[in-house]
């Protein structure tokens, strides 16, 4: 696994990966992202996580949660109070066991303490890490830059993790951390879910200080999603507006795995300050339950929703037959959009106006 493909620097049988920072800056979070980053990029490489934050309540088991949704083991050690003999201890089992990446979870304070140094200066030193990575809220804004200066002159920090940049702040503090600490910007959270932990890329964050989107970003979580194949087919079917239930359904899957829409949203140009955007998730699930509840000649199109069929769906579905009603007419708006799309597409060559947002689909 190269630099390249991680933007981290891990070699030999057994690579060690620290995390630190204040609390509150969401480092066991991170740590379960970094793993699962790891394990999309090499799916047989055999990660330990360590509970090393034996000073916030219920942090042991909040790495232990997230360890068992991704499928990855978290060592602890039940009563211990020492988180140096544990960071010992999983280095052990880690090597023991023929575990490729350890990544060592570890306690933050409020602010910075002599205490949390000498701490993690003992870890450190225990495990030997190929990377100590300090993690960032991009919502602490130039705080953040003062402190990343104060880890890295204790313990000589290797990179910086962005979180929060799924939030209103556009990450102005990202330069400075740089320019400080002069270790480089190696991953950026940008949403609450478990894959959404991505490698800086220094266009895009430009592109997002300055409030023009995060295309890039938003075209590699594309790639990485969906089948060049099946996105082909789609794009065909979309311009002859010959899409069913069916392909909206295998869409809506897609995106979703994608991250959040809210979040996706917010990678558009224009659209990077609209932080208090109430987009209601639940209502796609919704839509969802809905095409799910049809039959398979219903989701082709193959019959016509009468009334008594939209009835069945919406008692199988748990919906209310406005719902469905709702969710059959913004279908039907879709396709009328996409058969009118080559037509938009001349007039905006030219030099025509984009359609208001009320002739839009979801209007």
């Known amino acids: 696994m190269g630099s390249e493909e991680t933007g981290l620097a891990l070699s030999g ?193 430009a592109d997002r200080i300055l409030g023009m989107g995060d295309v890039i970003n938003l075209v590699r979580k594309a790639e990485e999603t969906m089948d060049e194949e099946e996105s082909r087919a789609l794009e065909k079917k979309l311009m002859k507006a010959s899409f069913t239930y069916d392909d909206y359904l295998r869409q809506m899957g897609m995106l979703k795995k994608m991250g959040s829409f809210k979040s996706l949203l917010k990678m558009l140009p224009g659209m990077s300050g609209m932080g208090d955007l109430d987009i209601d998730e639940k209502e796609l699930a919704r839509v969802e339950a809905m095409i799910s509840s049809m039959t398979l000649e219903e989701r082709t199109e193959k019959v016509e929703l009468v009334p008594s069929r939209r009835r069945r769906v919406a008692k199988g579905s748990g919906a209310s037959i406005d719902d469905v009603n709702r969710m059959v007419k913004g279908f039907k708006k879709l396709k009328q959009f996409c058969k009118e799309m080559p037509a938009l597409k001349n007039q905006m060559k030219k030099g025509g106006k984009f359609p208001s947002l009320d002739k839009m689909p979801w209007g």
């Open 13 to 205: 049988n057994l690579a060690v990966i620290l995390l630190c920072g204040l609390q509150g800056s969401g480092k066991t979070t991170q740590c379960a992202k970094l793993a699962a980053f790891l394990q999309k990029k090499s799916p047989n490489r055999k990660i330990l996580l360590s509970a090393c934050d034996l000073q916030r309540p219920a942090a042991v088991e909040q790495l232990k949660r997230l360890g068992a949704q991704i499928q990855v083991p978290v060592f602890t050690m039940e009563g211990e109070s020492n988180p140096v003999r544990v960071a010992k201890e999983a280095l052990q089992k880690a090597k023991e066991e023929g575990f490729e990446v350890l990544i060592v979870d570890t306690a933050g304070r409020l602010h910075i303490d002599e205490e949390l140094m000498e701490q993690l200066e003992q870890i450190k030193a225990a495990t030997s890490p190929q990377e100590i990575l300090f993690v960032a809220s991009a919502a602490t804004g130039q705080d953040a830059v003062k402190v990343a200066s104060e880890f890295d002159q204790r313990i000589q920090i290797t990179g910086t993790i962005l979180t929060m940049l799924d939030g209103s702040a556009r990450a102005g503090a990202a330069i400075s951390i740089r320019e400080v600490t002069r270790k480089p910007l190696k991953f950026e959270g940008i949403g609450e879910k478990i894959g959404d932990l991505q490698v800086f890329n220094p266009h895009s964050m």
